[in-house]
């Protein structure tokens, strides 16, 4: 949680701005609500021999008596209104705003290899002023040096900047290259652990979704970037979250998707669009997203503060069971997300209007695996109750509305937990199949909750299945089980009735294997510590697989 210029400046911002926001995130009480990383994005003059020089047209507390610069004084200010300090670099040569703001002011200066500030060949010495000289605790990595700087582009032909081949190329995974850019951002995090003093640095790796990022981010970064850059537009907020929303399975404590910057307080989210504020707000924190603001706090009125600062709904967000919302139910312009909290009954639910129509909405309790008697469910911005109708809870939800609600029931049985329950304990350890085709707005996710990788949802006899696991052929899934557990329940199945073997195992042990037609298993999973799903490999009739109707009882 923190604060971040760039969606209310872009590069067009300085040191009195950022300070001045910082001190409004102290004033406000939202630092003492948990938002306490200030970051920074464009701010280089040049890189020389002593390694980058600091713009101190736009950071004056940079520059030193014996002419060089340093970062230490804005950072030990920030340090001592009780703030952490973030800062901002590319994975490549060169930057985005090389490629992608040519007209601004403040680009690098100077010679080709001047003007090369990103951390391609520098990792070491780089890391080691930003953390071990300067004192940063947080660095976002972009990638636009390996993504907009391919031979033969204009930047290149003209000779402003060196080549680099793309390992990526933006909506298109297959010609993109995951293993050489995960290799970039796994030396660049072990050059960050071992510059940094003590606590390690937080790396939020930026690669926009692309090259497959969900399945290596996490070995090595905090937070990944799920998507492109949010724009102040209800579509946009909509499109980011999507991007992020459908990959619970890739989240737990310490490794978050990112959507994007919050647009809370600008264009289609300020104090004129409340209703549109309060969905993203609530969006964001029912999949567990990083909460950075990127709105001028001084400018903005009390009631975007308000709805920034909401100390239930950072709760939601920021509940230690790291456990991102899964998506129950999504039909047309409604859906349905639910995020299982740290207390055994204790869940939020947030019940979407995507539209610009009146939406009446229906959610049947049960399939939380709660006793709809037994459930109280409070109205969390307005803290008041909200009354269901047997086992169903039916709202009537305004143009763009999310209703965002707190419940607290008692499970319907008490020893069983079914994987919409659990997501932070369960991680993605092969991809498996790879359609040719899949970019950020057709995504195919490898593990879902209740769908299918291409997003349709699971249906078993002509019913949704919301316990299934819905992969792809090939794919293997982890279940960090701890020893917890006695018994597995699972029914295997391959759509349109095909047979396949599938594999389970326990702590590298094969507890089960065998054909898949649907049956349903009870295994032993006593003392076992990860479980293992193993999917079939895939052939052309096949390319996802079910694993329905999953529980796990103590
Ligand atoms: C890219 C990133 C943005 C922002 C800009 C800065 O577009 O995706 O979040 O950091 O670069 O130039």
Same mark, same amino acid.
């Given at each position: ?11 067009? %911002? ?487 073997? %599938? ?52």
């Amino acid at each position: 949680m923190g604060w971040n210029p760039f969606n209310a400046f872009r590069l067009a %911002y300085d040191e009195s701005m950022v300070m001045r926001n910082a001190e409004a995130l102290v004033r406000l009480g939202l630092a003492g609500k948990g938002y306490r990383y200030v970051n920074i994005d464009g701010w280089w003059l040049n890189r020389n021999a002593d390694g980058i020089a600091i713009r101190t047209n736009l950071f004056p507390s940079a520059a030193l008596k014996d002419g060089k610069t340093s970062f230490r004084p804005f950072v030990d200010r920030l340090h001592a209104m009780g703030l952490k300090a973030g800062i901002y670099t590319d994975i490549g040569r060169n930057n985005c705003s090389q490629h992608w703001d040519k007209d601004s002011p403040n680009l690098p200066e100077g010679t080709v290899a001047q003007r090369e500030v990103g951390t391609m060949d520098h990792n070491r010495a780089d890391a080691q002023m930003y953390f071990a000289d300067w004192g940063f605790d947080f660095i976002k990595v972009d990638a636009c040096g390996v993504a907009d700087y391919a031979p033969g582009t204009p930047d290149v032909q003209s000779r402003r900047y060196r080549a680099v081949p793309p390992m990526i190329v933006r909506d298109n995974a297959v010609l993109s290259s995951p293993e050489a850019l995960e290799k970039l951002y796994a030396d660049f995090a072990i050059a960050t652990r071992d510059a940094a003093k003590s606590e390690p640095p937080v790396l939020a790796i930026c690669a926009w979704g692309e090259a497959d990022v969900n399945d290596w981010a996490g070995r090595h970064g905090q937070m990944w970037r799920t998507s492109g850059d949010i724009r102040p537009t209800w579509a946009s907020m909509l499109r980011n979250f999507d991007s992020a929303a459908p990959r619970a399975l890739f989240a737990a404590p310490g490794r978050w998707n990112d959507p994007d910057l919050l647009e809370i307080g600008n264009g289609d989210f300020d104090g004129d669009h409340l209703t549109e504020a309060r969905a993203h707000m609530s969006l964001w924190a029912i999949i567990a997203a990083p909460l950075m603001l990127s709105y001028d706090l001084d400018k903005a009125p009390a009631t975007i503060h308000e709805i920034a600062g909401n100390r239930a709904v950072i709760a939601i967000n920021q509940d230690p069971a790291g456990n991102q919302g899964i998506i129950l139910s999504s039909e047309g312009d409604r859906e349905v997300i639910a995020k299982q909290l740290a207390t055994r009954g204790a869940k939020a639910l947030a019940l979407i209007n995507r539209g610009d129509a009146t939406q009446r909405l229906s959610v049947d309790l049960t399939k939380l695996e709660l006793v709809p008697a037994a459930t109280r469910i409070v109205n969390v911005w307005t803290g008041q109750d909200v009354a269901p109708a047997g086992k169903m809870l039916v709202v009537t939800l305004a143009p763009r509305e999310t209703l965002l609600l707190g419940l607290e029931g008692k499970p319907i049985d008490p020893l069983a937990i079914h994987p919409a329950e659990m997501p932070a304990r369960i991680s993605v350890a092969e991809h498996g199949f790879k359609p040719a085709t899949r970019t950020v707005d057709k995504p195919w996710v490898p593990a879902r909750v209740g769908f299918s990788p291409d997003g349709a949802p699971i249906m078993v006899d002509g019913k949704h299945d919301h316990r299934a696991l819905g992969v792809a052929a090939g794919s293997k899934v982890h279940f960090a089980l701890n020893g917890e557990f006695r018994t597995l329940n699972v029914s295997p199945m391959v759509e349109g009735a095909l047979r396949a073997d %599938y594999r389970i195992y326990g702590d590298g042990r094969l507890l089960h294997r065998g054909p898949a037609d649907g049956k349903p298993l009870v295994v032993s999973v006593a003392d076992v510590r990860q479980l293992e799903f193993v999917a079939p490999h895939h052939t052309e009739a096949m390319q996802s697989f079910v694993w329905a109707n999953v529980g796990l009882f103590r």
